[in-house]
């Protein structure tokens, strides 16, 4: 799983206390990680493979999503210039990017769906 370091000692302190084992995996908010993801997730919407059942709270992310660029043309979702919240738009993009390079994803134990 995929998370951003901010405040995840948090997470990982649940997590323990519950028993859980959950395989972590860093995903860093600057230009540096989030390029490849953006333009990863870019691709499958473009292609028609990026599905989210119309999700409400994920069109309201994605609406309020500004990305920016610096300098060498690299791209992230920058949070402080948004109108909203965008943390749902940030997971689906850093979800991509886990998948990426996988030539079959695996199958999970679980599987979450947004009603």
């Not at 390029?35 to 473009?46: D, Q």
């Not at 210039?81 to 993009?93: K, L």
């Not at 979800?95 to 134990?109: I, K, L, N, Q, R």
Request: aromatic share 6%.
């Amino acid at each position: 799983m995929r998370f951003d370091r901010w405040r995840i000692e948090e997470l990982k302190r649940a997590l323990e206390k519950i028993g859980a084992e959950v395989p972590l995996v860093p995903h860093g908010q600057g230009y540096k990680d989030m390029t490849g993801a953006i333009e990863r997730f870019e691709g499958l919407a473009v292609n028609g493979q990026l599905r989210h059942g119309n999700n409400p709270i994920l069109n309201w992310c994605a609406s309020n999503a500004v990305i920016t660029r610096d300098a060498a043309n690299n791209r992230k979702i920058d949070k402080s210039r948004g109108t909203g919240r965008v943390d749902g738009i940030v997971a689906a993009v850093m979800a991509t990017a886990a998948m990426s390079g996988a030539a079959e994803p695996e199958v999970p134990d679980f599987q979450l769906f947004f009603v």
